[in-house]
């Protein structure tokens, strides 16, 4: 299965560390971050990478050129102007395959990725979120994700109080290609405001609950928990 990586936000939470460097490519243990996040994919068997690229994007290109040198094999997609996590995804639309995961390029999530992908291709859904259930706050990140009996997403709101939200959005996504339709080309979109809640109207995003925490490099003290946790 193909593994897509949105890697082209600026990172403005983490400056001045990413005034020089694109997030992704923050030292983490020794590496940059992506690096341990290819590493993963790898050790799981995907080795199909499309990653998309937008600010100081080339600093990825450069190091990781088409991914020979560690196994893999990686094409790039560019943003030449901020399109969105939605729309960078539809600039890509030629190089995705039917069914890929999407990862966030600054999320690491240490769980069977082929399971995900085979609950995936089962359910018939045309979109898949893996989901944490956060009991004791250690992500650091609000609930913001609410299932059903059958584990179909019935709800994605940010920075909401509502207790119907138990669950939390781990970084790791599912789709098929047929989504790209939703999204309108040539503009700024955004998967989380936009894609999303035309999925759960549909009925058509699924939850796929993990027991296992993610780490995230989304502010300085979560990055410093990723750091602590990969080295």
Not at 97 to 122: H, M, R
Not at 141 to 152: E, F, W
């Amino acid at each position: 299965m193909q593994a897509v990586i949105l890697a082209g936000g600026q990172g403005t939470r983490l400056a001045p560390l990413t005034h020089q460097v694109p997030k992704p490519m923050i030292m983490v243990a020794g590496k940059p971050f992506l690096h341990h996040q290819l590493a993963l994919l790898k050790r799981q068997g995907i080795t199909r990478l499309l990653i998309l690229v937008g600010y100081l994007g080339q600093r990825i290109m450069d190091y990781f050129e088409d991914g020979r040198w560690l196994g893999l094999q990686i094409n790039y997609s560019v943003e030449d102007e901020p399109l969105g996590t939605a729309g960078a995804l539809k600039k890509a639309e030629p190089h995705l395959e039917e069914e890929f995961l999407l990862l966030y390029g600054d999320s690491y999530l240490p769980i069977d990725y082929q399971d995900v992908a085979k609950v995936f291709w089962t359910s018939g859904k045309r979109g898949l979120m893996v989901v944490f259930e956060d009991k004791d706050g250690s992500t650091m990140v609000r609930n913001n994700v609410a299932l059903d009996g059958q584990m179909t997403i019935t709800s994605y709101e940010k920075d909401s109080l509502d207790k119907t939200l138990r669950y939390v959005e781990a970084g790791v996504l599912a789709f098929r290609r047929e989504v790209m339709d939703l999204i309108p080309p040539h503009r700024g979109v955004s998967l989380e405001q936009e894609i999303f809640p035309l999925l759960i109207a549909q009925q058509q995003f699924l939850g796929y609950v993990t027991a296992q925490r993610f780490y995230d490099m989304g502010t300085p003290e979560r990055l410093d928990t990723l750091r602590r946790f990969l080295r």
